[in-house]
């Protein structure tokens, strides 16, 4: 009973992990208490649109600035975003509310009424962070009794019409009312801040006489006790036109714990559906590889004990099937060297994913840690450069290769240096058009240092420690002469096999592949790493057992040329992903730019390019696992 016993305890921690990774996280910083009259500064991020998909600093329009703009310290992973997080004119103090404090007056020239007309257009969004917490703008939801969707950031303005007019106008969300949520400590008097709400106004202020530091507003003035509550005034934005910014802070006391203050925005999707649609996907899925696998054991195991029962020479001559290539299956095949390059970046990129995921789901890769996911991602990517050495030294080897410094170089080089040409392109088109989302050349030289100084010679260590090691030997001996291969069915045509294998692997992942493209190009937070990690354990098991059936039906065929076929078995899977991102931007997003449409299908080539060398090498290594299990336990005279 022992077995069984450890297997439901295995399987409780893990399902205890999925169901609590979502809202458990280790924060990035150490809790903030702050005592009644401390002052607050809120921070201002990047403009953002799902339109356009290129993000703008904040002062790139023409907004209130303090008396010196400070950057914030940033890590690789917010650069590569994007993020340009610097101070602003919005500072108030704990626990003391304001109402109606005037920022700046500003009066349009046509320039900046462009500018900010075109960012209402692209219905960009203002960002902003107080205590490392996102602004966001409660809105109710038509479906549900006090139910709220949060959105991140306030829109920059609006259009509309005014009553009777027909022409179109651009209205400026020029007033903010904030309210910060705070949790109080009982014993001390002290405060967490917990939730930092907007809900944004366009009024057009009014004041009597010349304007001065000193001037009370008609429209909002705190002593008169009236408050902005609508927008039925707006602000226009048009050339000439002047502009008051203002603000409001409320403070409201929160039962929410600073612990669990970042649950708001992590439960923000439909939870019922996400957990529905991936219990049904990974049913599926684990049904059919049940089948799978209950097929493979019992037709191989009576293949096996049939060839080793035949007793003459006759008899083994007249048997058909995968026992007949025995002496050419592991033959080397075309084009040996890149097969070694890719499986060793495929070992590179699983282990990348397999850290990542891991770290994420124990809650340290939070959303609270901006950038964190990209920067760990990438630096666990550098290091493991030394497996991808190791495994296409160890591969290359086996194929009875002497070169192994230019496999290595090759290893090096041939995924990072397309993925980085494609990047560096793409980064030209962001640059051309004046976005933040352009890395810096400073963030640029940074990853060419990682790539050359650290990973490139990893490689190197790699490879060495991988040809230094005695070969894999065959089980069985390969014929000096390559047996011809007969005619094939029609349904074992190469490419027919291939593309019918990429679909089951596909299917495994394309549920939760929605909720990964929305949160990345609808700028929603995607905190579900344990089900992100049950679905790659999945698509690990779905890859291997597909290929292995499809091998074995091929070699049944007496088709030998089993290498890149089964490389690309699973690997066809990421054609799939592509065309699935393709469908998902003419149906899900309102991408209107050619430049954004061009970076949209950029990066997913990339994603689909990275995706094909990960799902190949999974099925790789598993028909390579199978072909020696098999030929190793048949008796070959």
């Known amino acids: 009973m022992a077995v069984p016993k450890r297997v439901v305890l295995i399987i409780s921690v893990f399902v205890f992990l999925v169901h609590y990774s979502h809202c458990f996280y280790l924060p990035g910083v150490a809790p903030q208490d702050f005592q009644k009259g401390d002052e607050l500064k809120v921070k201002v991020n990047k403009l953002t649109s799902t339109k356009t998909q290129l993000p703008y600093s904040y002062y790139s329009l023409p907004y209130c600035k303090p008396e010196r703009i400070v950057d914030s310290a940033e890590n690789l992973g917010e650069v590569l975003r994007g993020d340009r997080i610097e101070n602003s004119p919005y500072v108030f103090k704990m626990r003391e509310p304001l109402m109606c404090n005037v920022v700046c007056r500003l009066t349009l020239n046509k320039k900046t009424a462009d500018e900010f007309k075109e960012k209402i257009n692209y219905e960009y969004r203002v960002n902003m962070i107080l205590d490392n917490l996102p602004l966001v703008v409660p809105i109710p939801r038509p479906d549900q009794e006090n139910g709220i969707v949060y959105q991140q950031g306030f829109h920059v303005g609006l259009r509309g019409r005014y009553a009777g007019n027909k022409e179109e106008k651009h209205f400026i969300h020029n007033h903010l009312a904030f309210i910060v949520k705070y949790h109080k400590d009982p014993q001390a008097e002290t405060s967490r801040i917990v939730g930092f709400e907007v809900k944004p106004f366009s009024v057009k202020h009014e004041y009597e006489g010349d304007w001065s530091e000193k001037t009370r507003l008609t429209t909002c003035d705190p002593h008169a006790k009236r408050a902005v509550t609508n927008s039925e005034s707006p602000q226009e934005v048009d050339d000439k036109k002047e502009i008051i910014f203002t603000y409001d802070v409320e403070f409201q006391e929160s039962d929410v714990k600073w612990a669990s203050r970042w649950d708001t925005y992590l439960l923000m999707a439909d939870d019922q559906i996400h957990w529905f649609s991936i219990v049904n996907s990974l049913m599926i899925v684990v049904f059919l590889s049940g089948m799978v696998a209950m097929i493979m054991l019992r037709t191989l195991y009576r293949d096996i004990s049939k060839y080793n029962q035949l007793e003459t020479q006759e008899e083994a001559q007249e048997e058909t099937g995968w026992k007949l290539v025995h002496g050419d299956v592991f033959r080397p095949p075309a084009n040996s060297d890149l097969l070694c390059v890719y499986v060793g970046t495929g070992v590179q990129f699983f282990g990348m994913f397999l850290v990542t995921m891991i770290f994420a789901v124990l809650g340290f890769l939070s959303p609270s840690n901006r950038g964190g996911l990209m920067t760990a991602m990438l630096l666990v990517w550098i290091f493991m450069g030394l497996l991808a050495g190791y495994a296409s030294a160890r591969l290359y080897k086996m194929f009875k290769g002497t070169e192994w410094k230019k496999i290595t170089l090759k290893t090096a080089f041939m995924f990072p240096g397309i993925c980085f040409a494609i990047f560096f392109v793409l980064n030209a088109l962001i640059w051309g058009e004046k ?82 493209l929305t949160s990345i190009w609808l700028h929603q937070f995607y905190y579900l790493f344990g089900f992100l990690l049950l679905v790659f354990l999945i698509l690990i098991v779905t890859c291997a057992e597909i290929t292995i059936v499809l091998c074995y039906f091929q070699l049944c065929s007496e088709d030998y040329l089993w290498w890149w076929r089964s490389y690309l078995t699973s690997g066809s899977s990421a054609l799939y992903l592509f065309l699935y991102a393709a469908f998902y931007f003419f149906t899900k997003l309102e991408i209107s730019k050619p430049v954004s449409g061009i970076l949209y299908f950029g990066y997913m080539l990339i994603a689909s390019y990275a995706f094909f060398v990960l799902t190949g090498t999974i099925g790789f290594y598993a028909c390579f696992w199978f072909t020696r299990l098999i030929y190793s336990s048949v008796k070959i005279d």
């Open 435 to 516: 976005s933040s989302g352009a890395v810096p050349f400073g963030t640029m030289f940074a990853l060419v240092f990682l790539w050359f100084g650290i990973s490139v010679p990893l490689v190197f260590v790699g490879s060495y420690i991988g040809f230094r090691k005695p070969a894999i030997e065959d089980p069985v001996k390969t014929n000096k002469i390559p047996r011809q291969i007969p005619e094939q069915p029609w349904y074992m045509n190469p490419i027919f096999s291939i593309l019918i294998g990429g679909i089951l692997p596909f299917g495994a992942i394309f549920i939760e592949l929605f909720f990964i």
